[in-house]
């Protein structure tokens, strides 16, 4: 059984770099072929996906968000990380990892997501 956990700081000021890790147990983040992503709900709308990273080391970055966006990955620790520079209020949001197979469908297993709150 895959199970992803989210961990960030709760609380970033405007202007700074938030940076949250997804820890991957049950299955490493090099095998099969998987995409794992990066997702967030702000308060009161739906899901926005922020980007992924692919078993091969590969990064895709939602557009609007491209320029501030950067996902990287510890192998040994099976871990990816999602820094996100320059926030600003509107970057508060719920945090969620989870995992999607390369021919697509649905996420197939999530972290329970970390909050994140950007103060101005």
């Known amino acids: 059984q895959v199970q992803l956990q989210e961990s960030g700081p709760g609380l970033v000021k405007s202007s700074q770099t938030l940076s949250v890790t997804c820890t991957v147990s049950g299955g490493s983040i090099t095998a099969g072929y998987y995409y794992w992503n990066w997702i967030r709900q702000p308060p009161g709308k739906g899901l926005e996906w922020v980007g992924s990273?692919?078993?091969?080391?590969?990064?895709y970055y939602s557009p609007s968000l491209k320029s501030r966006t950067s996902i990287s990955r510890d192998t040994i620790k099976n871990q990816f990380t999602l820094e996100l520079t320059s926030v600003t209020p509107e970057d508060t949001a719920v945090y969620y990892c989870a995992r999607l197979g390369v021919g697509g469908g649905q996420y197939d297993y999530w972290g329970q997501g970390t909050q994140v709150t950007v103060s101005s």
């Open positions: 990273i692919t078993y091969s080391d590969r990064t």
